[in-house]
């Protein structure tokens, strides 16, 4: 089973960016679905972004469109999301999730991940 880790979280003014990046470990990574997710204090895990490692096809919440981007690099086994403009309600915990099955155009639905990663901290101040 893959194992994912995430880095890059930190403190960071509204307006500014910032870039996550999460490892996986584990053979057919190219075949995976990748997504990313966030939990605030007091509220529910939600969905940011999902991109298939085969094609490439990325999908966004809305609350994030536009802002955020991600990318994929096969050969470093590696996902990242760049985010910019943050905002103080993006702070959060930002989690890395790695699906085994293929997803066309990947998921959001965080049932399908069958590995998440410990987490990582932004806090956007106002």
């Known amino acids: 089973q893959v194992q994912v880790a995430e880095s890059g979280g930190g403190l960071v003014q509204a307006g500014g960016s910032l870039r996550l990046s999460c490892v996986a470990s584990?053979?057919?990574?190219?075949?995976?679905?990748m997504g990313w997710f966030r939990q605030a204090p007091g509220k529910e895990r939600e969905f940011v972004a999902t991109i298939s490692m085969s094609s490439g096809f990325t999908r966004y919440a809305d609350s994030v469109k536009g802002r955020f981007t991600s990318s994929r690099d096969n050969a470093k086994n590696t996902v990242y999301l760049e985010m910019n403009s943050l905002k103080p309600e993006d702070t959060a915990v930002y989690y890395c999730?790695?699906?085994?099955?293929?997803?066309?155009?990947?998921?959001?639905?965080?049932?399908?991940?069958?590995?998440w990663g410990q987490g990582t901290q932004v806090t956007v101040s106002s």
């Open positions: 999730a790695a699906a085994r099955q293929w997803f066309l155009r990947g998921t959001q639905n965080p049932s399908d991940y069958d590995s």
């Open positions: 584990g053979r057919s990574f190219s075949s995976y679905t």
